[in-house]
């Protein structure tokens, strides 16, 4: 089945921690992005990434931390988590970031930083 | 940057009943997607429509493109349609999209 996977779905963990959320896409997908939702504030882009090797910041990319080594996978580091940092986040996968193609999401990860 | 407005921003319905969700958006668009964020909080696609028509069952989509507008047709809706409807639409070739802020929808037995 064509899916993005995140892990873990729910985490709650304590300031300053270090912690990565996985990403993942068996699509062969070119583009991968992760967002934030908070609520009144809606969805946010964090950070994207066009092809592997390729990192760009998107509107809200202070205090995280991506890379893409590999085609499928696209995980989300938080070096020092914060408060503010407690959120609904997504990861999505496009075919291509450049062009009309529609874009899966994954099922979220609901992170708590206490 | 493009705007993207939803409506209504709440809606209750009777099981049963029809519906439509608007999308408006300020500029041109190379992506138009629907999504439907159910209670648990998961994002499912419902359709990818930057033009023309679609259908999937009790749900329809609608973009016209030149007037910069989506529709989303709910029939027969069920409790299982709650939920918030999210509008997202692309320009250009950085890949982001942008979200409007959703609408709400309550279904009553």
């Known amino acids: 089945e064509a899916q993005v996977t995140q892990n873990p779905r729910y985490l709650i963990t304590v300031t300053g921690k270090k912690l990565t959320v996985t990403c993942s896409q068996n699509m062969n997908h070119e583009y991968m992005s992760w967002y934030r939702q908070d609520p009144g504030l809606g969805l946010r882009q964090i950070y994207y990434?066009?092809?592997?090797?390729?990192?760009d910041k998107g509107d809200v990319p202070e205090g995280y931390k991506v890379s893409r080594k590999e085609k499928r996978n696209f995980p989300l580091i938080l070096e020092s988590p914060s408060p503010n940092q407690t959120s609904l986040y997504f990861c999505?996968?496009?075919?291509?970031?450049?062009?009309?193609?529609?874009?899966?999401f994954g099922s979220g990860t609901r992170l708590t930083v206490v | 940057g493009i705007q993207v407005e939803q409506s209504p921003p709440d809606l209750i319905l009777q099981e049963g009943a029809n519906s439509t969700l608007r999308c408006n958006f300020s500029d041109s668009v190379n992506n138009l997607q629907w999504f439907h964020q159910n209670p648990w909080g998961q994002l499912i696609n419902l359709f990818y429509i930057p033009s023309g028509t679609k259908q999937n069952g009790r749900l329809s989509a609608t973009t016209v493109a030149t007037e910069r507008y989506s529709l989303l047709y709910i029939s027969s809706s069920q409790t299982t349609d709650s939920g918030v409807y999210f509008c997202a639409v692309r320009r250009g070739s950085q890949g982001n999209l942008i979200f409007g802020k959703g609408t709400k929808l309550s279904v009553k037995p």
């Open positions: 990434s066009m092809n592997v090797e390729v990192t």
């Open positions: 999505a996968s496009s075919l291509s970031g450049t062009s009309g193609y529609g874009y899966t």
